[in-house]
């Protein structure tokens, strides 16, 4: 199970709003957006599938697994202001 991290999650959250109101019809594309708008970079294709594939079938989804080169902040440390 993943870690839980919020601006992954809202990320996720984001792309799911979207294909609810049917604002975008590439929802792999937007997920990228969401990602870099939060600062997360990730080459992980197979990552970016399956949770684009998770958002489709539950638009509830929570983030299951992380991208495999998915580097979260330490808890220590905080953030830029």
């Known amino acids: 199970m993943a ?3 919020r601006d992954l999650q809202a990320a996720v959250d984001a792309t799911s709003v ?3 109101a049917h604002t ?3 929802l ?3 997920l990228r957006d969401q990602l870099a708008e939060r600062d997360i970079e990730t080459t992980d294709e197979d990552w970016l599938r399956r949770t684009v594939e998770a958002i489709d079938a539950d638009p509830n989804y929570m983030v299951e697994d992380e991208p495999s080169d998915f580097e979260a902040p330490r808890p220590d440390q905080a953030p830029d202001q």
């Open 18 to 20: 979207a294909k609810d």
């Open 28 to 30: 792999l594309g937007y």
């Open 24 to 26: 975008t019809t590439d």
């Open 3 to 5: 870690r839980y991290n």
